[in-house]
């Protein structure tokens, strides 16, 4: 793999740039070092995306970042491409942006004002959506839609929850029983709701913290859907802390500079983010940690399934 990253810097003028490991998740990421600043080269998780969607998230980020928000900037190739194809790998690069780990999803790593950076973070979330809306889309620009279909339809974005293999028959009824209940909620909801670009994978992994800034990163599973998706997105891991009422509020109120947020909507949205999760890891059971992170998934899901329907009278 470091030899496809030092092969493909030169494609983007980095000859000379000292190349090393920063992190393997969907993607594998290297940091490239040059006297004029560093970089973020990524090779992709192969066949997670096509070239159409990759170049569209990036002309997106080039987009947001132009438009002020803080979140790395594609740099384009000798030849004016955001994207390219080394040894069979879709790599690109990104300016390397500071900051901070907050932690795992769920944790806000030396952040002292908690419910500080959730106004902060609502903030920058309409930002993004405010920027996202002004912008016309190229010709071409295609990204996953987590709409109803891609949410609770046959096929959805991550994969059939209900039908995670770790679910015994009446855990399996459960999910069934409620996808029903929440599409028939969602029918009637979608029309109203605001639509649009979004992250869609707002998690504490996806920031990074400097002296006051939130840095927004891995637009892997940004695409097309509901905004308040976006906010449960971040919310669900905090459901359980103390604090939780007061994240939300923040969170919310942070939004508002946008719109107001009703508290139904991103009830059953939170719903809905839990139920992407079995989903999800049914297709990566054989990766490293992956059966504790199914266990928690699987918990998840169903803990919200039931809060869901108890709530809605069910």
Same mark, same amino acid.
């Given at each position: 793999?470091?030899?496809? !990253?030092?092969?493909?810097? $030169?494609? =983007?003028?980095?000859?000379?740039?000292?190349?090393?490991?920063?992190? %393997?998740?969907?993607? +594998? +990421?290297?940091?490239?070092?040059?006297?004029?600043?560093?970089?973020?080269?990524?090779?992709?998780?192969?066949?997670?995306?096509?070239?159409?969607?990759?170049?569209?998230?990036?002309?997106?980020?080039?987009?947001?970042?132009?438009?002020?928000?803080?979140?790395?900037?594609?740099?384009?190739?000798?030849?004016?491409?955001?994207?390219?194809?080394?040894?069979?790998?879709?790599?690109?690069?990104?300016?390397? +942006?500071?900051?901070?780990?907050?932690?795992?999803?769920?944790?806000?790593?030396?952040?002292?004002?908690?419910?500080?950076?959730?106004?902060?973070?609502?903030? &920058?979330?309409?930002?993004?959506?405010?920027?996202?809306?002004? =912008?016309?889309?190229?010709?071409?620009?295609? %990204?996953?839609?987590?709409?109803?279909?891609?949410?609770?339809?046959?096929?959805?974005? =991550?994969?059939?929850?209900?039908?995670?293999?770790?679910?015994?028959?009446?855990?399996?009824?459960?999910?069934?029983?409620?996808?029903?209940?929440?599409?028939?909620?969602?029918?009637?909801?979608?029309?109203?709701?605001?639509?649009?670009?979004?992250?869609?994978?707002?998690?504490?992994?996806?920031?990074?913290?400097?002296?006051?800034?939130?840095?927004?990163?891995?637009?892997?599973?940004?695409?097309?859907?509901?905004?308040?998706?976006?906010?449960?997105?971040?919310?669900?891991?905090?459901?359980?802390?103390?604090?939780?009422?007061?994240?939300?509020?923040?969170?919310?109120?942070?939004?508002?500079? $946008?719109?107001?947020? $009703? &508290? !139904?909507?991103?009830?059953?949205?939170?719903?809905?983010?839990?139920?992407?999760?079995?989903?999800?890891?049914?297709?990566?059971?054989g990766e490293p940690g992956a059966a504790e992170r199914s266990?928690?998934? +699987?918990?998840?899901?169903?803990?919200?399934?039931?809060? =869901?329907?108890? $709530?809605?009278?069910?």
């Amino acid at each position: 793999m470091l030899e496809i !990253a030092q092969d493909a810097a $030169r494609q =983007w003028g980095l000859e000379g740039a000292e190349v090393e490991l920063a992190a %393997r998740r969907e993607n +594998v +990421v290297f940091r490239a070092s040059t006297p004029g600043g560093d970089y973020a080269l990524r090779l992709h998780r192969p066949g997670y995306r096509s070239d159409a969607e990759l170049t569209s998230e990036l002309e997106w980020m080039a987009v947001l970042a132009e438009g002020g928000l803080d979140v790395p900037a594609p740099l384009a190739t000798r030849d004016g491409r955001f994207m390219a194809s080394v040894a069979g790998h879709q790599v690109d690069v990104l300016t390397w +942006v500071p900051g901070a780990a907050l932690g795992r999803a769920g944790e806000l790593q030396g952040v002292a004002d908690r419910p500080g950076f959730c106004h902060a973070l609502g903030a &920058a979330m309409a930002r993004m959506h405010d920027v996202s809306d002004a =912008w016309v889309q190229p010709e071409g620009f295609t %990204r996953p839609s987590w709409d109803r279909a891609g949410l609770l339809g046959e096929a959805p974005l =991550w994969g059939r929850f209900w039908e995670h293999p770790h679910l015994d028959a009446s855990e399996r009824a459960l999910l069934s029983r409620v996808r029903a209940a929440a599409d028939d909620v969602l029918s009637r909801f979608e029309g109203e709701a605001d639509y649009g670009l979004i992250h869609a994978d707002l998690i504490s992994e996806n920031m990074l913290w400097d002296e006051g800034r939130i840095y927004l990163i891995d637009f892997d599973d940004g695409g097309f859907g509901f905004r308040d998706f976006e906010l449960a997105t971040f919310l669900l891991r905090f459901e359980d802390a103390p604090d939780y009422a007061e994240l939300r509020a923040a969170l919310c109120e942070g939004y508002a500079a $946008r719109r107001q947020v $009703r &508290a !139904a909507d991103l009830d059953l949205l939170l719903l809905l983010r839990a139920l992407t999760y079995p989903g999800w890891i049914a297709d990566r059971l054989g990766e490293p940690g992956a059966a504790e992170r199914s266990e928690r998934a +699987v918990a998840t899901a169903l803990r919200s399934a039931w809060r =869901w329907l108890d $709530r809605m009278g069910g």
